[in-house]
């Protein structure tokens, strides 16, 4: 009944693997301008169950991707983090990847424990080398036999005659079909996929859900960063609402869609087109100004004083949390 | 051929190479209703927004705009016919000059045409509230804002000639839930207020259930390229 965790998470029926694979504890990431200082990513806690699959959604520039790259230490140089993100190997040792080091992330992290599939597919391939020769080459890496591209290409929903193309070849739903089965190859613990169905139709946008679908429930696990609530909702076992750098809400995916309780996801969900299909009122706060309470508060129609503070995450009946002061209660909850 | 006056590409093939993208492909537009379209990727819907934006002459069938056929393409075509129809692509990033501020990239279409000075910058002013951008954002350039916050500056340029039909092609695929409704809210206003017509092309159903008076298929209108 009961999770032993600070912060508890989700209960998800799906997720019934209950060892946690990542534990983000307290995750900050700054970016230093020229004239400014841009807070991407606050105090950020999240756990990643082996076998769970974790949507991350929110409006662009919330720090979706940042978080991303975080992880795997791909920040730029005028980033600095703070904070932890606990990587459990089933045999070996525990790494951070926040502080263990260039090093250790490329030998040991990047593409074989946590893979990537990146935002934009057509800046992230060699643009000399054909997709077999760039699939050939990650497979080899990993030990596993370059004859495999053609089955990954089909996992994918790409036709092996396609990887004898150059990337500028491809179309945008090509390349990102490539990439994605380029971060598949070296069958990563930790999948991580920025936007992985840009560009697909949506015949394409299903067959790849399906296959990170697939992936969560043979024991590996997901972090889907989407902007696509409906996508969330098909195959995430619970879902992480970013606004202006920190989670606010990070529920079971059924429960957070039936009955949001911070007042920002809740009019998120009002602005899909099979809800009121009414945007959140007012804009976006800059990442430079945020202010030093709720950054939502002065978008949010519940705000008071109190909220001049900066809420923490609190448990939330039914398992998740959430970062309000206000949370809405909803009766007609299960 | 009286009736509302409409948008209409009549019987129009288009072909790249040996590839024929649009076989006798028909649409129609009427002033005043939304036009939903969908289809595979690869089915032309693309191309067809093009046709109809006058960017693209078709290899036959022709357009014709409330009636008057129009047998050229971009510049050729009289500034008043072209700037009767406008479109709203999918990637605002691809669209923007990047050295231009916002308020450059909606006054653009206005300077272009010989407006006075006065007249743009009160219509820029109009627009830039109506899509919701605040004078900060008015003056920066493309790479110092959101995709939703410039996507909202290509559809105030859009409008900024009073369209009577506007084409929005996958227009808010890549944008957060938000944005998206406020884009749409956006259209469909100006839509009512201008008795325009409005094709919408998207791969959400639920999108275009919501959005659109008619859907309109173009499978099975062409070849199905993967």
Same mark, same amino acid.
């Given at each position: 009944?009961?999770?032993?965790?600070?912060?508890?998470?989700?209960?998800?029926? @799906?997720?019934?693997?209950?060892? %946690?694979?990542?534990?983000?504890?307290?995750?900050?990431?700054?970016?230093?301008?020229?004239?400014?200082?841009?807070?991407?990513?606050?105090?950020?806690?999240?756990?990643?169950?082996?076998?769970?699959?974790?949507?991350?959604?929110?409006?662009?520039?919330?720090?979706?991707?940042? *978080?991303?790259?975080?992880?795997?230490? *791909?920040?730029?140089?005028?980033?600095?983090?703070?904070?932890?993100?606990?990587?459990?190997?089933? !045999?070996?040792?525990?790494?951070?990847?926040?502080?263990?080091?260039?090093?250790?992330?490329?030998?040991?992290?990047?593409? +074989?424990?946590?893979?990537?599939?990146?935002?934009?597919?057509?800046?992230?391939?060699?643009?000399?080398?054909?997709?077999?020769?760039?699939?050939?080459?990650?497979?080899?890496?990993?030990?596993?036999?370059?004859?495999? #591209?053609?089955? *990954?290409?089909?996992?994918?929903?790409?036709?092996?005659?396609?990887?004898?193309?150059?990337?500028?070849?491809?179309?945008?739903?090509?390349?990102? @079909?490539?990439?994605?089965?380029?971060?598949?190859?070296?069958?990563?613990?930790?999948?991580?996929?920025?936007?992985?169905?840009?560009?697909?139709?949506?015949?394409?946008?299903?067959?790849?859900? !399906?296959? *990170?679908?697939? +992936?969560?429930?043979?024991?590996?696990?997901?972090?889907?960063?989407?902007?696509?609530?409906?996508?969330?909702? =098909?195959?995430?076992?619970?879902?992480?609402?970013?606004? #202006?750098? =920190?989670?606010?809400?990070?529920?079971?995916?059924?429960?957070?869609?039936? #009955?949001?309780?911070?007042?920002?996801?809740?009019? /998120?969900?009002?602005? /899909?087109?099979?809800?009121?299909?009414?945007?959140?009122?007012?804009?976006?706060?800059?990442?430079?100004?945020?202010? %030093?309470?709720? #950054?939502?508060?002065?978008?949010?129609?519940?705000?008071?004083?109190?909220?001049?503070?900066? %809420?923490?995450?609190?448990?939330?009946?039914?398992?998740?949390?959430?970062?309000?002061?206000?949370?809405?209660?909803?009766?007609?909850?299960? | 051929?009286?009736?509302? &006056?409409?948008?209409?590409?009549?019987?129009?093939?288009?072909?790249?190479?040996?590839?024929?993208?649009?076989?006798?492909?028909?649409?129609?537009?009427?002033?005043?209703?939304?036009?939903?379209?969908?289809?595979?990727?690869? $089915?032309?819907?693309?191309?067809?927004?093009?046709?109809?934006?006058?960017?693209?002459?078709?290899?036959?069938?022709?357009?014709?705009?409330?009636?008057?056929?129009?047998?050229?393409?971009?510049?050729?075509?009289?500034?008043?016919?072209?700037?009767?129809?406008?479109?709203?692509?999918?990637?605002?990033?691809?669209?923007?000059?990047?050295?231009?501020?916002?308020?450059?990239?909606?006054?653009?279409?206005?300077?272009?045409?010989?407006? &006075?000075?006065?007249?743009?910058?009160?219509?820029?002013?109009?627009?830039?509230?109506?899509?919701?951008?605040?004078?900060?954002?008015?003056?920066?350039?493309?790479?110092?804002?959101?995709?939703?916050?410039?996507?909202?500056? $290509?559809?105030?340029?859009?409008?900024?000639?009073?369209?009577?039909?506007?084409? $929005?092609?996958?227009?808010?695929?890549?944008?957060?839930?938000?944005?998206?409704?406020?884009?749409?809210?956006?259209?469909?206003?100006?839509?009512?207020?201008?008795?325009?017509?409005?094709?919408?092309?998207?791969?959400?159903?639920?999108?275009?259930?919501?959005?659109?008076?008619?859907?309109?298929?173009?499978?099975?209108?062409?070849?199905?390229?993967?």
């Amino acid at each position: 009944m009961t999770t032993t965790e600070s912060v508890p998470a989700p209960a998800s029926a @799906r997720a019934a693997t209950s060892r %946690p694979l990542l534990a983000v504890d307290g995750l900050g990431v700054e970016f230093r301008l020229r004239d400014a200082r841009v807070r991407a990513v606050t105090d950020l806690h999240l756990t990643v169950r082996a076998g769970e699959l974790l949507a991350v959604v929110g409006e662009s520039g919330c720090g979706k991707s940042v *978080l991303a790259h975080a992880l795997l230490g *791909l920040l730029p140089g005028n980033a600095t983090t703070t904070g932890h993100a606990v990587l459990h190997e089933s !045999d070996g040792e525990p790494v951070d990847l926040i502080t263990c080091g260039q090093r250790q992330l490329a030998r040991r992290v990047r593409g +074989r424990l946590v893979g990537l599939v990146p935002q934009s597919p057509a800046t992230a391939l060699n643009p000399v080398r054909t997709g077999r020769r760039l699939l050939a080459e990650t497979l080899r890496a990993h030990g596993r036999d370059r004859a495999d #591209a053609d089955q *990954l290409a089909v996992d994918v929903g790409l036709d092996p005659a396609d990887l004898d193309r150059y990337p500028h070849e491809l179309s945008g739903g090509m390349a990102q @079909r490539l990439v994605t089965a380029l971060a598949l190859a070296p069958d990563p613990a930790l999948l991580i996929a920025d936007e992985p169905t840009t560009g697909l139709d949506r015949p394409l946008v299903d067959h790849t859900l !399906d296959l *990170l679908r697939r +992936r969560c429930d043979n024991g590996a696990a997901v972090v889907l960063i989407t902007h696509d609530l409906a996508a969330a909702r =098909r195959v995430a076992d619970t879902v992480a609402v970013m606004y #202006a750098s =920190r989670v606010v809400e990070h529920r079971d995916t059924d429960e957070l869609f039936t #009955a949001p309780t911070h007042p920002y996801a809740s009019a /998120l969900l009002d602005a /899909l087109p099979d809800r009121a299909f009414r945007p959140v009122p007012g804009d976006p706060p800059m990442l430079t100004a945020l202010p %030093p309470g709720c #950054a939502f508060a002065p978008r949010c129609p519940h705000r008071t004083d109190t909220c001049a503070h900066p %809420p923490e995450p609190t448990p939330v009946a039914g398992g998740g949390t959430v970062a309000c002061h206000h949370p809405i209660r909803t009766g007609a909850n299960p | 051929m009286t009736s509302t &006056p409409h948008l209409l590409a009549d019987e129009v093939t288009v072909g790249y190479g040996r590839q024929v993208v649009l076989d006798r492909v028909t649409v129609r537009i009427d002033r005043g209703e939304t036009v939903g379209l969908r289809g595979p990727s690869g $089915c032309g819907k693309s191309t067809l927004v093009r046709v109809l934006a006058l960017l693209h002459q078709p290899d036959q069938g022709r357009v014709s705009i409330d009636g008057t056929a129009v047998s050229a393409v971009r510049y050729a075509v009289p500034v008043a016919l072209r700037t009767r129809v406008a479109a709203l692509f999918q990637s605002p990033r691809a669209a923007a000059d990047p050295r231009l501020s916002l308020t450059d990239l909606i006054a653009e279409p206005l300077r272009a045409t010989r407006t &006075p000075e006065a007249a743009v910058r009160e219509r820029v002013t109009e627009l830039a509230d109506l899509v919701g951008l605040t004078a900060d954002l008015r003056s920066r350039r493309p790479h110092a804002v959101s995709d939703g916050q410039l996507q909202r500056a $290509c559809l105030a340029r859009a409008l900024v000639h009073r369209p009577d039909y506007l084409l $929005c092609d996958e227009a808010t695929a890549m944008l957060d839930a938000s944005t998206q409704a406020h884009v749409a809210a956006v259209i469909r206003d100006y839509q009512l207020a201008q008795q325009a017509g409005v094709l919408v092309i998207s791969h959400d159903q639920t999108l275009l259930e919501r959005w659109s008076d008619r859907i309109v298929d173009l499978a099975g209108t062409a070849p199905a390229r993967t």
